[in-house]
């Protein structure tokens, strides 16, 4: 009965300009594990870290935007801080050999620095060779950086260890979103470092999903641009109405640099010059940048030449690339699947509560 009671609140809660339900922070923590895999250990820790987070950062406590940062933890990671990678000295051992030969350093050298000992009595090579996780091969990496000069020649900024923890998030952004905002927990070693733990992995996750603006109409878009980068639906939208408006076929991958700038210098009939266009197109990662000029007409274009709206918001058309992916995926099949896990966790409160969520809330994310 509690959490029926719960999830009544939670359904007067829609975007984040509405009122949200008045829950204590013991209430809020019990919304979300309710709504957790059953198999998940340590439903409390976890209901904690996100409930954290969210309140950190602001984001209603909502079941869509619960059952949101519980579906891409449960793709990414299956809710585990910091999951095993299968073969994952193979592919550390490919992305140092591209590392040396586009830097070019000598074999030789690099398999002497590899062969002196780290800081755990190990070598380097040793250590590369057992990790298990991502978590594990950035610490030798690190540790490389930070003992021997080579390393810091060979990898500083260059740690081939890109995102961790358990919703996968780029150690970039987890460093830059940090600039922006204060880390709310005490830093041990590093925010790289912070990324690897489960605190730290479900604020940047949760950051990176569900802290900026959209005009998004449903969540498989902030899905797509997770995957993708911020705003890459909305501009793979843009390029489909460019597409549209010029005749000229262009990639819906969200990435508004060359081919796109050259379809929209060729249409006379946007009234804007070279420079004009690419002011407008540098702030593509932006949310201004559905008030440009640039915006406004093409759509205006893609509509008039259509006879209907064009679409505001577009999967992008991206396959994924990265030394831990075994076979050929996209971000459509990634928004797809954590849909779908969207849904699943909707259920687990009951067909009829989530009929009544999904019909109320029809899939908005903050900022609608």
Known sequence: MRVLALLAL???????AQQRPQMTAAEGRAFI?????????DKDGWAADIHSAMAVLEIPVTPDNVCAIISVTEQESGFRVDPP?????????????RQREKIGVPKLVLDAAL???SSNGKTYRERIDAAKTERQLSDVFEDLIGRVPLGRTFLEDRNPV???????????FAKAYAQEKRYPYPIVESIRDEVFTRRGGMYFGIAHLLDYPASYDRYIYRYADFNAG??????????????????????????LRAETESAARSLPRLDMDAAQIRRDLALSKTRDFERTDLYRRVFALADERSGKSAPRAVVPTIELQSAKITR??????????????HRQCLARQGKTASLA????ESFRAPGS
């Open 230 to 255: 911020h705003y890459a639906s909305r501009n793979a939208a843009f390029q489909s109405a460019l597409a549209t408006a010029s005749g000229m076929k262009i990639a819906l991958d969200g990435d």
């Open 10 to 16: 939670g359904l007067l809660a829609g975007c984040a």
């Open 162 to 172: 890109r995102t961790g923890g358990p919703m996968q998030v780029s150690v970039t």
């Open 357 to 360: 969520i999904e019909a109320i």
């Open 33 to 41: 594990a309710a709504y957790m895999p059953p198999s998940v250990a």
């Open 328 to 341: 050929r995926l996209t971000t459509a099949w990634f928004a797809d699947r954590v849909v779908a896990r």
């Open 115 to 117: 062969s002196l000992q």
């Open 85 to 97: 990678i299968p073969n994952l000295p193979s592919i550390a051992w490919g992305e140092i050999e």
